[in-house]
């Protein structure tokens, strides 16, 4: 597989370290990388330990074995989450790792096999990873994800090109979009999250009650919980303040949709790439926070099984702001991957909210949580659903109405 | 890498899970795999579902990654082997998976890395494999080894080849030694077995009390536990009594010797590779049945952390006859890899010895086993030490002495 050249890929590697995950001195490092990924995460494990990392352990897993097992292993067998799995995340959660995730995912891996199968597999398996998430979730420890390319990611967004082109037009967008191709993307990052800080800040004290969306195909009231946080940028641990990022690129702000509040239809406006299957040009209707209606001309039936994960499957567990002019939505590509989707557009995600996005929220109860307006669930899902014609309405704490968003872009200064 | 053809590899595989593990239906499969093994893996996997695998779990590891981890993490961590790891494997046990290793290993991994830090770490990861590797040596579960090549193996068998060439020409030593090449290898197989089978019996016969082993720079009598037995060519799981081969290739007959009857001194023919280093031309020196004096001319610090792991790994746990014809040894290659070695040599193996090699062992206490003879260690090392110049003598149980090796061939005839 063609491969930049190695000066980039340490620059990659040393960002997704440092600005990334903040791998801190003594520090345990746990890598999730596909076999596919491993000249790459080869790399980023040399880099932590030269950076003091205490120890770095590769949770392996293969494209090609996952589809296998889909396609001959029974939904039972599928659905096996053995002990020593789940003891494995939450060994490397309570020894206080750092959790980097190097993805390179084929949108279409899962594409043909049973959406029931891929669902209850994904149920279990989201079941089973309650405790860890519950580390990722509340910022309990500092985790980051980015992606790398694999021929067919690359030519899912390429098609008209072949595969080492493919691959090397994508190191490209990637490298562009995540700043290694700034002479110090550690300091571009940080001038980027400023921006970011800027935006949750202003948002933070404005104190909406509520947002409403109008776009084609799109309107859409979203009530915010009391005590509801904006955040964006990086994120810091709970205990140690330590500053991390957990997604690489991000470019939204974002929070808790009130889980009883929501009314109205919302249609997405490119494809979710979701369990190895592409979800394409749905709409949902929520009443009162649930959904109600669906329909999608792609993929409706792994939409199905999405909602019905469980009760909070259906309901919204974030809500994110991204600008249209954002350097990911001006590259004109669809990625059909989620970490670069998202931040090209304004998005809503199905299922759990992040605890910290209300006041107090990671040492609150589930009861708490509810009684905030902060929705649980095993699944967490983003759809993105902004354009250029999107229009967003803030109603303020006194009822009155400003504009937020105007054709996809902030109708507000920050300044 | 190079790769044999698709019609190779298939065969191959499938020799592995039909006369290696000898795979049932609904049976789950472990692999241990390299990623750089990645490929042929795949193959592996995909033919065992075929086969009717109710779920393949690959347990991936990386060369580089393994040595980095050496090179950067202190001994404290290299120690550390977490509960999740040592449940994994028993888990497999415990489920009755068939286990097989696709070996892929540079003997000079670890080359340079401080013996100490590996003797530690090993000993650590022995004891923690206690509870599984009962499973395996006492014929608990299906299991098996077998190699494939990659580029630092092949050449160091064959330095003067470039990487491609030397890799070509492992393959095909490979096919050739495991009988891939044949148009039905499994059938070969059976038929080989055979041969070991009855050479097995005919010893099993003979009930000798002693073997003494003379050739140049070796002169060591080894005593045999009363009721031991020879065992070779397929085994057979204690329960199910489904029939497997633990190691591809194999040309040995083997039992216990008692370990404490083994007196004179030996001295190695090949190379050892042990935990990612060479050990070579070395002598050891046995007083009632134990380790007193020892030198290497290469490896000798790496000799000396085997020999000090724990009480029995100073003692021997298997004493394996290989005739001087065996195809391993007519191709006239050393492979530094011990399932190639040991099956072109007589061999001894340092450390625990396999219960099922005296009558009743794998039911048998730890007291018993020692009383009986059966040594007990958390290492077990084969070391080769047969040659064309080596002569072994039995010893009858009414005293009389006869030829069984001469010049390294059966003095013996099995019909």
Redesign the interface.
């Known amino acids: 597989m063609l491969l930049p050249s190695q000066g980039q890929l340490e620059k990659y590697a040393e960002l997704a370290l440092r600005t990334g995950v903040n791998l801190q001195e003594n520090q345990k490092l746990m890598i999730n990388s596909t076999?596919e990924g491993?000249p790459f995460t080869?790399i980023v494990?040399?880099k932590a330990?030269?950076m003091g990392?205490?120890?770095?352990h590769?949770v392996?897993a293969?494209d090609?074995?996952t589809r296998?097992?889909y396609?001959?292993?029974?939904v039972e067998?599928l659905k096996?989450v053995?002990?020593?799995?789940k003891?494995?995340f939450s060994?490397f959660g309570e020894k206080g790792a750092a959790i980097l995730s190097i993805r390179s995912t084929d949108p279409d891996l899962l594409k043909g096999i049973d959406a029931g199968k891929v669902a209850a597999a994904t149920k279990a398996r989201s079941e089973a990873m309650t405790k860890f998430r519950d580390f990722t979730m509340n910022d309990r420890i500092q985790w980051s994800i980015v992606s790398i390319p694999i021929p067919a990611w690359a030519q899912k967004i390429f098609p008209e090109e072949s595969e080492d082109n493919a691959v090397e037009k994508l190191w490209e967008q990637i490298f562009s979009i995540v700043r290694v191709d700034r002479e110090d993307p550690v300091a571009a990052w940080e001038e980027h999250n400023q921006t970011l800080i800027q935006a949750k800040q202003f948002l933070n004290k404005k104190k909406y009650s509520k947002l409403i969306y109008k776009a084609p195909g799109t309107d859409l009231e979203v009530e915010l919980p009391n005590n509801h946080i904006w955040k964006g940028g990086a994120s810091q641990t709970v205990e140690g303040k330590v500053p991390f990022n957990p997604n690489m690129p991000t470019e939204e702000v974002f929070t808790a949709p009130h889980k009883y509040g929501v009314n109205g239809h919302v249609s997405s406006t490119k494809p979710l790439n979701y369990g190895g299957n592409v979800i394409d040009n749905f709409t949902l209707t929520f009443k009162d926070g649930k959904v109600v209606d669906y329909k999608a001309e792609e993929g409706e039936e792994t939409l199905k099984h999405l909602l019905d994960t469980d009760e909070g499957s259906s309901r919204l567990g974030e809500m994110a702001l991204v600008p249209h002019e954002s350097p990911i939505s001006q590259s004109g590509l669809i990625f059909y991957n989620t970490l670069y989707d998202e931040n090209a557009s304004c998005h809503l995600a199905l299922g759990k909210a992040y605890p910290n996005n209300v006041e107090g929220g990671s040492d609150m109860s589930e009861d708490e949580l509810d009684q905030s307006g902060v929705n649980h669930s095993l699944s967490h899902v983003d759809f993105m659903m902004g354009s250029d014609e999107l229009d967003i309405d803030g109603v303020l704490e006194d009822g009155t109405t400003e504009p937020v968003m105007r054709k996809g872009s902030w109708a507000l200064s920050f300044e």
Chains 1, 2 share one sequence.
Do not use: C, G
Request: glycine residues 0%; negative net charge; aromatic residues 16%.
């Open positions: 076999v491993a080869r494990a040399r330990y030269e990392a205490e120890d770095v590769i392996w293969d090609e074995l296998l097992r396609e001959y292993a029974d067998t096996e053995p002990d020593w799995q003891d494995m060994y």
